[in-house]
């Protein structure tokens, strides 16, 4: 599958200007023959919403939710925008659509509250992690903090997932002999999907400034098996393009048997004991 990944700076709060930048985006990589494109968490309305997420909020069938299912008639489409599903009720979610139809909804479950982060104070956070079809591949969502949790991947890896899909809204933080230590954070995490869990792992991160915090890219496509093997510009906007062959999976499965031998009952029952201790 041709998958590109967008990494840009969204307008904060400005639904309309998004908006234009993702059609304009989305009819793009239809021209170039993509089949799945994917934009980075919160992508239709930037990060730090605070009091105007409830008015500008996206909702099942309104404007931009069918445009984008007509727009998905061509083109797999995954967008980061706030939901609100309930009345007053709004979700931090990755909503994807394929073949002119909303297919499936990830809300963030791990929202931060610390620091810069006020998400707890605006978003309500999901209680899910459920897989769904693109194409052929099994594929999960994680978004942002959620990527920092191996357990929230293990969980997809249980379900025989062969694309996970992170986006963010991370910051560029820390400078390292290795470089800024935030990228390498999300570096390892990849690392660990591609080759403990088998799972080919795009990584999608925005870039750009808001309220003095500067977002830092570096976006990333890892191999099944085999590391990563395609990096996007650190800080600037960029476009990144990949293959994904399920074949991979399956070779890397056969070459170390961990999803053959995992033992998610023997999880369950030392979960339950512990908890209950």
Known sequence: MKVRAIQFSPALGNIEKNMEFHTAKITQAIRDGRELIVFPELSISGYHLKDIASDIALKKDGRQWREFEKLSKKIDIIIGAPLEEDAGIIYNTALYFSKGKWRHTHRKVQLPNYGMFEERMIFKPGDEFRTFKIGTMTTGILICREILFPMLAYLYFIQKTDLLIG???????????????????????????????????????????????????????????????????????????????????????????????????????????????
Do not use: T
Not at 180 to 190: A, D, K, R, V
């Open 167 to 277: 986006i963010s809204n991370s910051p560029q933080r820390g400078i390292g002999k290795d470089g800024i230590s935030s990228f390498q954070l999300w570096e390892n995490m990849g690392y660990v999907f591609s080759q403990f869990y088998q799972q080919n792992y795009l990584f999608v991160n925005r870039v750009g400034f808001e309220d003095g915090i500067g977002f830092g890219g570096g976006s990333f496509f890892a191999r099944a098996g085999q590391g990563i093997c395609q990096k996007a510009k650190v800080v600037d906007e960029d476009v990144l393009d990949a293959e994904i062959r399920p074949a991979d999976v399956r070779r890397a499965r056969l070459s170390s048997n961990y999803l053959r031998d995992e033992q998610p009952q023997l999880v369950l029952k030392e979960l339950q004991r512990i908890l209950h201790a």
